[in-house]
């Protein structure tokens, strides 16, 4: 069974700052990863997803991820935080042989700080 | 294309009622999910479906039924409501031509039980 940690409920950074975002894996299988970003009374959105084709991956808003095995993480970052990154953010993981549901971290909430 | 839409956006029920959340999607997806989100506990799967008139069980099924007699639809009946299930339920689908199974987020229904 696949299941992801995102460390930190709570991570503020200031504007401008850079931004980090931790999330952790097990697998049985080599995984799909994805994360997703969630503004307040909003639905999730996908930020990037993760899929073997290249460890790092980059996304929508400036943010990217990076894969690595040898330390089953997949953290989320953004060199510069701007104030409209202010949202939750959700890791989440699927096996890549027929699984279809993701598996969902209990996500991180992100403040930014003038 | 509207995406995923869900009704009502809010509702208060008394314990014992029952109601039915109502999920549409547009894009043609065989894929669709039910999730309930609580705080600081991410997002878990109530039920599940692969395409019209499949249904499965997720993680947290008890309190819940669904059916899924169209591609397009895909309801979750509440049969008496309880307080544990306040909560802000969503509504996800996805193609199953994808290789990535991105799901695509509904809005959310906001269901307080009192």
């Known amino acids: 069974a696949q299941s992801v940690t995102q460390l930190g409920s709570h991570v503020s950074v200031s504007e401008g700052a850079l931004v980090l975002l931790r999330c952790n894996y097990s697998?049985?299988?080599?995984?799909?990863l994805f994360w997703y970003v969630q503004y307040p009374n909003q639905g999730l959105q996908l930020l990037l997803k993760y899929t073997s084709a290249a460890t790092l991956v980059k996304g929508i808003n400036g943010f990217e991820a990076e894969f690595k095995k040898s330390e089953t993480s997949f953290h989320l970052t953004k060199p510069s935080a701007h104030m409209s990154d202010a949202a939750e953010y959700f890791c989440?993981?699927?096996?890549?042989?027929?699984?279809?549901?993701?598996?969902f971290g209990t996500g991180t909430r992100l403040t930014i700080i003038p | 294309n509207a995406g995923v839409t869900q009704t009502p956006k809010f509702r208060i029920l008394k314990i014992g009622q029952s109601m039915t959340l109502q999920c549409t999607q547009d894009m043609n997806h065989n894929y669709m999910y039910w999730y309930r989100q609580d705080p600081g506990m991410g997002l878990k799967l109530i039920y599940y479906s692969v395409g019209a008139g499949i249904t499965d069980k997720g993680e947290v099924p008890n309190g819940y039924n669904v059916s899924r007699s169209t591609t397009e639809d895909f309801p979750l009946r509440l049969e008496l409501a309880a307080p544990s299930q306040t909560s802000v339920y969503f509504c996800?689908?996805?193609?199953?031509?994808?290789?990535?199974?991105?799901?695509?987020f509904g809005p959310g229904t906001r269901l307080t039980v009192l």
């Open positions: 989440a993981v699927r096996g890549n042989f027929g699984n279809e549901k993701l598996t």
């Open positions: 996800a689908s996805s193609s199953h031509q994808s290789s990535y199974n991105e799901q695509f």
């Open positions: 697998s049985s299988v080599p995984p799909y």
